[in-house]
């Protein structure tokens, strides 16, 4: 199988044109329980996260700019100033260096999708940073 390509900014770009998340190796950072996958493109990250009931997403910036949906669950979220309560289908769009977090609330996880651009090794050593979590294909 051939090499990955890396993109300008050093981060591997995939070679799958298509994937179901089972697929894919994640990661969790133990102290909350977090869970994580990430899929690299030339110039974006895709992101899909689980957050347990009562978790913070802690307030945060970074130099990318996110896009992100709410698939299940529910969040307060905060996005520079404006705080409000989201259920599935909600999104969420933090500009470069805005600060943005939040708190699961209720009793289900909170699982959400973060577009970040661009794909650079920053968000490559955020998850270097937790244990990997080998994918679980079935079959």
């Given at each position: 199988m051939a090499s990955p390509p890396v993109n300008e900014h050093g981060a591997e770009v995939t070679l799958r044109r298509i994937f179901a998340w089972?697929?894919?190796d994640g990661v969790r950072w133990d102290d909350e329980g977090v869970d994580a996958q990430i899929i690299t493109g030339e110039n974006m990250h895709l992101i899909r996260a689980v957050y347990p009931p009562g978790v913070v997403y802690e307030i945060h910036s970074h130099p990318h700019?996110?896009?992100s949906l709410l698939l299940e669950g529910r969040l307060r979220l905060t996005v520079g100033k404006e705080t409000r309560d989201i259920g599935p289908g909600d999104g969420w769009y933090a500009p470069s260096g805005v600060p943005h977090g939040g708190v699961v609330l209720g009793d289900k996880a909170a699982v959400f999708i973060d577009v970040?651009?661009?794909a650079t090794t920053w968000?490559?050593?955020?998850?270097a940073s937790a244990r990997k979590v080998p994918a679980v294909v079935d079959g």
């Open positions: 089972n697929e894919l700019e996110q896009f970040y651009s661009p968000i490559m050593d955020q998850f």
